[in-house]
Nanobody, 127 residues
Framework: QVQLVESGGGSVQAGGSLRLSCAAS????????MGWFRQAPGKEREGVSV????????YYTDSVKGRFTISQDNAKNTLYLQMNSLKPEDTAMYYC????????????????????WGQGTQVTVSS
């Protein structure tokens, strides 16, 4: 049974950093395409970052480029999102997701492309 479990969220002040983790079980994360999404209250879920299998390529939405870094530890079957220079607008519930099908780098920012989801971890950034 596929399971994704996020951790690492919390409350920080603007300019601070957090590292989110997503532990995968029931499959080998390095063989899937994985992404981080976020959803703020009253807003749609949006794609933040995507990593191709084996970590060969990474993609970011414009608002986080240069501040967030997605990575994967295949030995630990874990996905990470390092978030630096956090802003109040980054406040949201963050989710990791996985799929076995590549839909192009733009398509992979659409939540409907993903089969498996974690329960989410809350990130709150205060000004």
């Amino acid at each position: 049974q596929v399971q994704l479990v996020e951790s690492g969220g919390g409350s920080v002040q603007a300019g601070g950093s957090l590292r989110l983790s997503c532990a995968a079980s029931g499959y080998t994360a390095s063989t899937y395409y994985m992404g981080w999404f976020r959803q703020a209250p009253g807003k749609e879920r949006e794609g933040v970052s995507v990593i191709r299998t084996g970590g060969t390529s990474t993609y970011y939405t414009d608002s986080v480029k240069g501040r967030f870094t997605i990575s994967q530890d295949n030995a630990k079957n874990t996905l990470y999102l390092q978030m630096n220079s956090l802003k109040p607008e980054d406040t949201a519930m963050y989710y990791c997701a996985a799929t076995g099908t590549w839909a192009g780098w733009t398509g992979m920012f659409d939540p409907v492309r993903y089969n498996y989801w974690g329960q989410g971890t809350q990130v709150t950034v205060s000004s």
